[in-house]
């Protein structure tokens, strides 16, 4: 478990926001960048790839921005364009 701030995050609160939302990631399937003898529970586990710095973020609009390393992010969904709402 991470005992101190790394460098580069500017206070715990924003260190956990980062850390959940890479357990969300694992949750919804993304693959683990560290292997494990035993399963870890994904909080863990995203903690664990925080501490080892596997993980590369920014500060973004949403406070935190992840990205993995030599990975383009998708969008989750698609943007439906063109697509109108019926007039009554």
Do not use: C, H, N
Request: net charge negative; aromatic share 4%; proline share 8%.
């Amino acid at each position: 478990m991470i005992q101190s701030i790394p460098e580069g995050v500017d206070s715990k609160f924003r260190m956990v926001l980062l850390i959940a939302r890479r357990a969300e990631q694992l949750m919804r399937g993304a693959r683990p960048k560290l292997e494990t003898d035993r399963p870890l529970k994904p909080t863990r586990l995203a903690a664990a790839e925080f501490a080892q710095d596997q993980i590369r973020w920014g500060y973004g609009a949403e406070g935190g921005v992840l990205e993995t390393p030599g990975e383009e992010t998708e969008p989750e969904t698609e943007e439906l364009v063109g697509e109108e709402t019926p007039s009554r």
